[in-house]
T-cell receptor, first 108, second 116 residues
Framework: SQQGEEDPQALSIQEGENATMNCSYK?????LQWYRQNSGRGLVHLIL?????REKHSGRLRVTLDTSKKSSSLLITASRAADTASYFC????????FGPGTRLSVLP | DAGVIQSPRHEVTEMGQEVTLRCKPI?????LFWYRQTMMRGLELLIY????????DSGMPEDRFSAKMPNASFSTLKIQPSEPRDSAVYFC??????????????FGEGSRLTVL
Protein backbone atom coordinates (compact mmCIF):
# COMPACT_ATOMS: atom_id res chain seq x y z
CA SER A 1 0.00 0.00 0.00
CA GLN A 2 1.11 3.58 -0.49
CA GLN A 3 0.51 5.03 2.90
CA GLY A 4 0.80 8.72 3.65
CA GLU A 5 2.55 9.52 6.89
CA GLU A 6 2.03 13.02 8.27
CA ASP A 7 4.35 15.01 10.44
CA PRO A 8 3.99 16.55 12.98
CA GLN A 9 1.23 14.64 14.72
CA ALA A 10 0.00 17.81 16.38
CA LEU A 11 0.60 21.50 15.74
CA SER A 12 -0.59 24.49 17.69
CA ILE A 13 -0.21 28.03 16.33
CA GLN A 14 -1.65 31.50 16.75
CA GLU A 15 -4.18 32.93 14.36
CA GLY A 16 -2.44 34.69 11.49
CA GLU A 17 0.61 32.44 11.55
CA ASN A 18 1.45 29.92 8.84
CA ALA A 19 1.06 26.19 9.39
CA THR A 20 3.20 23.62 7.64
CA MET A 21 2.49 19.91 7.62
CA ASN A 22 4.59 17.24 5.98
CA CYS A 23 3.77 13.91 4.42
CA SER A 24 5.94 10.99 3.37
CA TYR A 25 4.98 7.97 1.33
CA LYS A 26 6.63 4.77 0.23
CA UNK A 27 6.16 3.96 -3.44
CA UNK A 28 5.48 5.62 -6.78
CA UNK A 29 2.22 7.49 -7.04
CA UNK A 30 -0.17 8.98 -9.58
CA UNK A 31 -0.99 11.90 -7.36
CA LEU A 32 -1.03 12.95 -3.74
CA GLN A 33 -4.05 14.42 -2.04
CA TRP A 34 -4.67 16.35 1.15
CA TYR A 35 -7.86 16.11 3.16
CA ARG A 36 -9.26 17.94 6.13
CA GLN A 37 -11.46 16.53 8.87
CA ASN A 38 -13.34 18.69 11.31
CA SER A 39 -14.19 17.07 14.62
CA GLY A 40 -17.05 14.60 14.24
CA ARG A 41 -17.27 15.00 10.47
CA GLY A 42 -16.15 13.17 7.38
CA LEU A 43 -12.99 13.98 5.46
CA VAL A 44 -13.15 16.70 2.86
CA HIS A 45 -10.84 16.88 -0.13
CA LEU A 46 -8.64 19.99 -0.15
CA ILE A 47 -6.16 19.76 -2.96
CA LEU A 48 -4.55 17.30 -5.36
CA UNK A 49 -1.08 17.45 -6.81
CA UNK A 50 -0.07 15.19 -9.67
CA UNK A 51 3.18 13.27 -9.75
CA UNK A 52 4.56 15.50 -12.51
CA UNK A 53 3.81 18.70 -10.61
CA ARG A 54 6.08 20.27 -8.01
CA GLU A 55 3.87 22.95 -6.50
CA LYS A 56 0.21 23.86 -6.47
CA HIS A 57 -1.81 26.66 -4.93
CA SER A 58 -5.44 26.94 -3.93
CA GLY A 59 -6.45 30.02 -1.99
CA ARG A 60 -4.43 30.01 1.24
CA LEU A 61 -3.17 26.50 0.57
CA ARG A 62 0.12 25.67 -1.00
CA VAL A 63 1.22 22.10 -1.65
CA THR A 64 4.63 20.94 -2.76
CA LEU A 65 5.66 17.51 -3.96
CA ASP A 66 9.15 16.03 -4.12
CA THR A 67 8.91 12.64 -5.78
CA SER A 68 12.64 12.01 -5.36
CA LYS A 69 12.21 12.22 -1.59
CA LYS A 70 8.70 10.78 -1.66
CA SER A 71 7.45 13.69 0.38
CA SER A 72 4.90 16.48 0.25
CA SER A 73 4.11 19.50 2.35
CA LEU A 74 0.94 21.46 2.95
CA LEU A 75 1.25 25.11 3.89
CA ILE A 76 -1.73 27.04 5.21
CA THR A 77 -1.01 30.75 5.19
CA ALA A 78 -2.57 33.36 7.48
CA SER A 79 -4.29 30.68 9.53
CA ARG A 80 -7.68 31.23 11.09
CA ALA A 81 -9.38 29.63 14.08
CA ALA A 82 -11.69 27.92 11.58
CA ASP A 83 -8.68 26.04 10.17
CA THR A 84 -8.57 24.00 13.38
CA ALA A 85 -8.98 20.40 12.18
CA SER A 86 -7.06 17.25 11.38
CA TYR A 87 -5.25 17.10 8.07
CA PHE A 88 -4.48 13.90 6.20
CA CYS A 89 -2.48 13.09 3.14
CA UNK A 90 -3.18 10.15 0.86
CA UNK A 91 -0.84 8.93 -1.83
CA UNK A 92 -2.90 7.67 -4.73
CA UNK A 93 -1.68 4.80 -6.85
CA UNK A 94 -3.45 1.51 -6.77
CA UNK A 95 -5.06 1.87 -3.41
CA UNK A 96 -6.04 4.55 -1.01
CA UNK A 97 -4.49 4.48 2.44
CA PHE A 98 -4.37 7.46 4.78
CA GLY A 99 -1.74 8.36 7.30
CA PRO A 100 -2.44 9.15 10.98
CA GLY A 101 -2.96 12.84 10.27
CA THR A 102 -1.81 16.12 11.79
CA ARG A 103 -4.06 17.77 14.38
CA LEU A 104 -3.87 21.51 13.85
CA SER A 105 -5.05 23.90 16.53
CA VAL A 106 -5.25 27.57 15.61
CA LEU A 107 -5.61 29.72 18.69
CA PRO A 108 -7.48 33.02 18.43
CA ASP B 1 -26.17 15.93 -5.48
CA ALA B 2 -26.68 15.17 -1.78
CA GLY B 3 -23.25 13.63 -1.37
CA VAL B 4 -22.51 10.28 0.22
CA ILE B 5 -25.26 9.35 2.63
CA GLN B 6 -24.65 7.06 5.57
CA SER B 7 -27.04 5.65 8.10
CA PRO B 8 -27.39 5.42 10.97
CA ARG B 9 -25.29 8.35 12.19
CA HIS B 10 -25.11 6.85 15.66
CA GLU B 11 -25.63 3.31 16.81
CA VAL B 12 -25.37 1.95 20.32
CA THR B 13 -25.72 -1.77 20.70
CA GLU B 14 -24.82 -4.57 23.04
CA MET B 15 -22.09 -7.10 22.50
CA GLY B 16 -23.25 -10.00 20.40
CA GLN B 17 -25.83 -8.06 18.45
CA GLU B 18 -25.79 -7.69 14.69
CA VAL B 19 -24.99 -4.27 13.29
CA THR B 20 -25.72 -3.11 9.77
CA LEU B 21 -24.34 0.14 8.44
CA ARG B 22 -25.63 1.56 5.19
CA CYS B 23 -24.20 3.76 2.50
CA LYS B 24 -25.54 5.47 -0.60
CA PRO B 25 -22.70 6.69 -2.81
CA ILE B 26 -22.79 9.66 -5.13
CA UNK B 27 -24.62 8.79 -8.32
CA UNK B 28 -22.25 7.88 -11.13
CA UNK B 29 -19.32 7.04 -8.89
CA UNK B 30 -17.80 3.67 -9.72
CA UNK B 31 -15.76 3.15 -6.55
CA LEU B 32 -17.00 2.70 -3.03
CA PHE B 33 -14.81 2.44 0.05
CA TRP B 34 -15.46 1.50 3.67
CA TYR B 35 -13.10 2.90 6.31
CA ARG B 36 -12.97 2.57 10.08
CA GLN B 37 -11.53 5.34 12.25
CA THR B 38 -10.36 4.98 15.84
CA MET B 39 -8.00 7.00 18.00
CA MET B 40 -5.61 4.08 18.27
CA ARG B 41 -5.50 2.94 14.64
CA GLY B 42 -6.49 6.04 12.70
CA LEU B 43 -8.24 5.53 9.37
CA GLU B 44 -8.21 1.93 8.22
CA LEU B 45 -9.35 0.86 4.78
CA LEU B 46 -11.63 -2.13 5.25
CA ILE B 47 -12.79 -2.91 1.73
CA TYR B 48 -13.46 -1.25 -1.58
CA UNK B 49 -15.67 -2.00 -4.55
CA UNK B 50 -15.40 -1.15 -8.21
CA UNK B 51 -18.62 -1.34 -10.22
CA UNK B 52 -20.26 -3.21 -7.31
CA UNK B 53 -17.54 -5.88 -7.24
CA UNK B 54 -15.33 -6.22 -4.15
CA UNK B 55 -11.76 -5.60 -5.23
CA UNK B 56 -9.77 -5.66 -2.01
CA ASP B 57 -11.13 -6.87 1.31
CA SER B 58 -7.77 -7.47 2.95
CA GLY B 59 -8.54 -4.81 5.55
CA MET B 60 -11.64 -6.55 6.85
CA PRO B 61 -10.61 -7.48 10.39
CA GLU B 62 -12.20 -10.90 10.60
CA ASP B 63 -15.08 -13.07 9.51
CA ARG B 64 -17.47 -11.18 11.71
CA PHE B 65 -17.31 -8.36 9.17
CA SER B 66 -18.96 -8.56 5.77
CA ALA B 67 -19.75 -5.99 3.10
CA LYS B 68 -22.04 -6.10 0.13
CA MET B 69 -22.90 -3.84 -2.76
CA PRO B 70 -26.02 -5.25 -4.41
CA ASN B 71 -26.31 -2.32 -6.80
CA ALA B 72 -24.59 0.90 -7.76
CA SER B 73 -26.53 2.99 -5.27
CA PHE B 74 -26.31 0.98 -2.09
CA SER B 75 -23.78 -0.79 0.10
CA THR B 76 -23.89 -2.36 3.54
CA LEU B 77 -21.27 -3.20 6.13
CA LYS B 78 -22.40 -5.84 8.58
CA ILE B 79 -20.84 -6.92 11.85
CA GLN B 80 -22.15 -10.12 13.36
CA PRO B 81 -21.67 -10.66 16.25
CA SER B 82 -20.46 -7.24 17.37
CA GLU B 83 -17.80 -6.80 20.06
CA PRO B 84 -16.76 -3.77 22.16
CA ARG B 85 -13.52 -3.46 20.18
CA ASP B 86 -15.60 -2.77 17.07
CA SER B 87 -16.56 0.60 18.53
CA ALA B 88 -15.40 3.20 16.01
CA VAL B 89 -16.58 5.63 13.40
CA TYR B 90 -17.22 3.90 10.10
CA PHE B 91 -16.94 5.98 6.96
CA CYS B 92 -18.15 5.28 3.50
CA UNK B 93 -16.58 7.12 0.58
CA UNK B 94 -17.13 7.06 -3.16
CA UNK B 95 -14.98 8.06 -6.08
CA UNK B 96 -15.63 8.57 -9.78
CA UNK B 97 -14.16 6.03 -12.13
CA UNK B 98 -13.20 5.91 -15.74
CA UNK B 99 -10.29 7.61 -17.41
CA UNK B 100 -10.78 10.80 -15.44
CA UNK B 101 -10.52 9.11 -12.11
CA UNK B 102 -7.96 10.94 -10.00
CA UNK B 103 -8.81 8.99 -6.89
CA UNK B 104 -10.47 11.90 -5.11
CA UNK B 105 -12.69 10.49 -2.41
CA UNK B 106 -16.00 11.94 -1.28
CA PHE B 107 -16.77 10.94 2.29
CA GLY B 108 -20.01 10.55 4.13
CA GLU B 109 -20.43 11.94 7.62
CA GLY B 110 -19.79 8.56 9.19
CA SER B 111 -21.62 6.13 11.44
CA ARG B 112 -20.47 6.21 15.05
CA LEU B 113 -20.80 2.73 16.52
CA THR B 114 -20.64 2.00 20.21
CA VAL B 115 -20.74 -1.61 21.32
CA LEU B 116 -21.36 -2.04 25.03
Amino acid sequence: SQQGEEDPQALSIQEGENATMNCSYKTSINNLQWYRQNSGRGLVHLILIRSNEREKHSGRLRVTLDTSKKSSSLLITASRAADTASYFCAAYGQNFVFGPGTRLSVLP
Amino acid sequence: DAGVIQSPRHEVTEMGQEVTLRCKPISGHDYLFWYRQTMMRGLELLIYFNNNVPIDDSGMPEDRFSAKMPNASFSTLKIQPSEPRDSAVYFCASSPGGGLNTGELFFGEGSRLTVL
